[in-house]
T-cell receptor, first 114, second 111 residues
Framework: SAVISQKPSRDICQRGTSLTIQCQVD?????MFWYRQQPGQSLTLIAT?????????ESGFVIDKFPISRPNLTFSTLTVSNMSPEDSSIYLC???????????FGPGTRLTVL | EDKVVQSPLSLVVHEGDTVTLNCSYE??????LLWYKQEKKAPTFLFML????IEKKSGRLSSILDKKELSSILNITATQTGDSAIYLC???????????FGKGTKLSVIP
């Protein structure tokens, strides 16, 4: 399986600011995703990060709030913009393996917004 | 809308016990069901099931899918304190790599 790293692993931010989370994979992958896990909840897909084109967002998530970049097949960023306390969550990137469509997750970023 | 429901939501057992975690799903054009173990932040992949009735096994963990009943179970035998975690079940549909997650079962194994 691919080795996935995320930066930062955690952060505490002030309301109204923005944070960019990076996801790096040790091999080229076609599919990368960004998920959110709010406290006590399960994982919710934010968007699919598409290489060379705009991300595909799920219902309830918009590009202005969660801009995503995917400049190549090993790297993606998710920005959480104009943050509010409701954005306090764990943010996870995930990738599909090269076979059988197994999905693997990065270590996550725990974001707290004050 | 796709839905995945897990039960129980939480479970406390003693070391050495055997546990069964349940997952039921309603997924459009169902293709696969995945189980993950989440200890801190990152879910760790356990199994992916696509065929009904075929058990997948890894050490003390095993899982099986029942497409007729739209469900899956995850069994853990001879539980250890290191098995304490949230176990997540997720369903995936054909034509999309999106996963729909259940809320998880929080398993606590006490000595």
């Amino acid at each position: 399986s691919a080795v996935i790293s995320q930066k930062p692993s955690r952060d505490i931010c002030q309301r109204g600011t923005s944070l960019t989370i990076q996801c790096q994979v040790d091999s080229q992958v076609t599919m990368m995703f960004w998920y959110r896990q709010q406290p006590g909840q399960s994982l919710t897909l934010i968007a699919t990060a598409n290489q060379g084109s705009e991300a595909t967002y799920e219902s309830g998530f918009v590009i202005d709030k969660f801009p995503i970049s995917r400049p190549n097949l090993t790297f993606s960023t998710l920005t959480v913009s104009n943050m509010s306390p409701e954005d306090s969550s764990i943010y996870l990137c995930s990738v599909l393996s090269g076979r059988a469509s197994e999905q693997f997750f990065g270590p996550g970023t725990r974001l707290t917004v004050l | 809308e796709d839905k995945v429901v897990q039960s129980p939501l939480s479970l406390v057992v003693h070391e050495g016990d055997t546990v069964t975690l349940n997952c039921s799903y309603e997924v459009t054009n169902f293709r696969s069901l995945l189980w993950y173990k989440q200890e801190k932040k990152a879910p760790t992949f356990l199994f992916m099931l696509t065929s009904s009735g075929i058990e997948k096994k890894s050490g003390r963990l095993s899982s099986i899918l029942d497409k007729k009943e739209l469900s899956s179970i995850l069994n853990i035998t001879a539980t250890q304190t290191g098995d304490s975690a949230i176990y997540l079940c997720a369903g995936g549909g054909a034509g999309s790599y999106q996963l729909t997650f259940g809320k998880g079962t929080k398993l606590s194994v006490i000595p």
